[in-house]
């Protein structure tokens, strides 16, 4: 079942066309990565997505049409996560910041406080609470910005680029986080990037270039259209890269994304 | 230009309670015409570092000397200071507001009417690698890896000699940061630059760095060339700092099978490394 739907969507700015007749649709319970170079159309459609662009088409979210009338109930069920969380911030503290959308929701202090222990623990933000969240890091106020989006318990989580800032180490223990809300708690991620490194998480990859879906498949299927991904500018991770190059000389046979078995199938 | 840091400490709440070290102890100095990398995990100092280079914040305690200018002296000159020091902060793009490429990049030295302005505007696009059909267009235009080289452009129409970059390769596709990094290359052995990037990304660093100051905690854990630093696989992955994947790679070769690669700068000269061992392998 789709938990999202676009369907013929046209968009321009000015006389640019950015997406013509373009489709989409993102199934119930899934992580689906968007990946596609600058220019490819990731930031408009996340814009369209929430509201932000107005478009002249069908966009379906959690069976509700996206127009001025269910656009604040659907917001209130999708998360969003922007690549720069600087525009973002009201609040002086963290705390008061993560507190800021339930408190408005009319929650009580009690739920609150409970979401906000469980939250800044699973990030590892619980030490920040009283900073304020313009004196952070890049990676911290990402880090952040997501909790905000997690404390509200979206159905679907949008991330654009929202892991940018985050260097690899802690990179790779947030996304196993996002796949465990995404197994367990059945929320829908569509994240969008040009690092496919994130990629590896999810179920399905789409990629984007200049408003047309070029590739749609499971990782595999996607990698080994290397020859597309390589002209379109897309960063490939370091191992598929590597196996590709390797391949060409027939030092191995398929790709492989593990760093260890990589080695043990060269030196086999 | 020639950056100094004599014991510099640094805490955004100097000699108030709960009193956080933000920078302790640096001492560190990076040479000019060459391009460094200050690397660290989140939190370990760096975005710190690069604010007290730029002027904005003062040392409590210690000296920092770029070049001519004492930055914690009282007669500092933020001004001059400002035209031999170019600042290039995080995503550059989102504070454009001209209307056209060349106000943008001439904002600095005012609306482009004399011609001796225009030419300096071609000049620094023809830096960072774009023609003067772009001149007139509007920056909003542009996609992001040609916004970034107009911000770089802006920023070298005063003719710095020293180039401050925080995360310059952030939210760029592959071939824009390819694109960048020659440019980079450029600007230091062509124009005598010195460049000095803040930043998580590494991969782009290992391959046009010289050397390199690993932060963590707000101290240094080592400094040096690139070579000697990323040699140290294992400190760094002790203070969280991030390691190149081919560096990475090779030392998991070296260590699942003995095999000592040497210094490879890049990918391809990995490929060709691990091509040359096994053909000796399969060879015997």
Redesign the interface.
């Known amino acids: 079942m789709d938990i999202l739907n676009i369907s013929n969507l046209t968009f321009r700015y000015k006389n640019k066309f950015i997406f013509d007749n373009f489709n989409l649709s993102v199934e119930r319970g899934s992580w689906t990565t968007i990946a596609g170079p600058n220019g490819a159309g990731k930031t408009t459609l996340v814009k369209l997505l929430a509201g932000l662009e107005k478009s002249y088409s069908n966009i379906t979210i959690l069976d509700k049409t996206l127009n001025k009338k269910n656009l604040l109930n659907i917001r209130k069920e999708v998360g969003f996560v922007f690549d720069n969380p600087d525009n973002f911030f009201a609040c002086e503290t963290v705390l008061d910041e993560l507190a800021f959308s339930l408190e408005n929701l009319g929650e009580s202090p009690k739920t609150i406080k409970k979401k906000i222990d469980e939250i800044s623990k699973l990030l590892k933000i619980d030490g920040l609470l009283n900073e304020n969240p313009y004196d952070l890091s890049g990676g911290e106020k990402q880090k952040v910005a997501l909790a905000c989006a997690l404390m509200l318990e979206p159905r679907i989580l949008i991330l654009d680029d929202a892991l940018l800032m985050i260097d690899i180490n802690e990179k790779k223990q947030i996304l196993n986080i996002l796949k465990d809300y995404n197994k367990n708690k059945k929320v829908t991620i569509l994240s969008f990037t040009h690092n496919l490194d994130e990629a590896i998480y999810s179920d399905r990859l789409v990629i984007l270039n200049r408003g047309i879906i070029t590739i749609d498949g499971s990782f595999p299927k996607v990698f080994s259209e290397e020859m597309v991904m390589r002209k379109i500018g897309l960063e490939v991770p370091f191992e598929i890269e590597l196996s590709q190059k390797l391949r060409v000389y027939n030092i191995i046979d398929e790709l492989e994304l593990d760093p260890e078995r990589l080695v043990s199938l060269i030196w086999k | 230009m020639e950056v100094i840091f004599k014991d510099v400490n640094f805490s955004?709440n100097y000699k108030l309670k709960n009193e956080k070290m933000a920078l302790k102890n640096i001492n560190v100095k990076l040479e000019s015409n060459l391009i460094h990398g200050i690397i660290g995990?989140?939190?370990s100092g760096?975005?710190t570092m690069l604010e007290l280079m730029n002027g904005i914040l003062k040392p409590n305690t210690g000296k920092i000397k770029i070049g001519k200018y004492n930055l914690s002296g009282k007669n500092f000159n933020f001004n001059k200071y400002r035209k031999d020091v170019g600042l290039v902060y995080?995503?550059p793009e989102?504070y454009f507001f001209g209307s056209t490429v060349g106000e943008e990049i001439s904002f600095n030295k005012k609306i482009p009417s004399s011609s001796n302005i225009k030419d300096k505007v071609i000049k620094a696009l023809k830096m960072v690698g774009l023609d003067q059909t772009y001149v007139n267009r509007s920056p909003f235009?542009l996609?992001?890896?040609e916004k970034r080289r107009v911000a770089i452009a802006s920023v070298l129409i005063s003719n710095p000699k020293l180039l401050i970059m925080d995360?310059p390769t952030?939210?760029?596709?592959?071939?824009?940061?390819k694109m960048l990094m020659k440019l980079l290359e450029k600007l230091k052995t062509k124009y005598s630059k010195t460049i000095i990037i803040v930043t998580?990304d590494v991969?782009m660093l290992y391959e046009i760095v010289d050397n390199i100051v690993v932060l963590n905690k707000g101290s240094i854990v080592i400094a040096g060339d690139k070579l000697s630093v990323f040699k140290n696989v294992s400190l760094l992955n002790q203070n969280?700092a991030?390691v190149p994947?081919v560096v990475?790679?090779e030392k998991?070769?070296y260590d699942?099978?003995g095999i000592d690669l040497g210094y490879l700068p890049n990918?391809?000269s990995?490929?060709r490394a691990?091509?040359k061992e096994?053909e000796v392998?399969h060879h015997e």
């Open positions: 955004y995990s989140i939190g760096k975005s995080q995503f989102k235009t996609n992001s890896g995360e952030i939210g760029l596709d592959n071939n824009s940061k998580h991969d969280c991030p994947n990475r790679m998991l070769i699942k099978t990918m391809n990995l490929v691990i091509k096994w392998m």
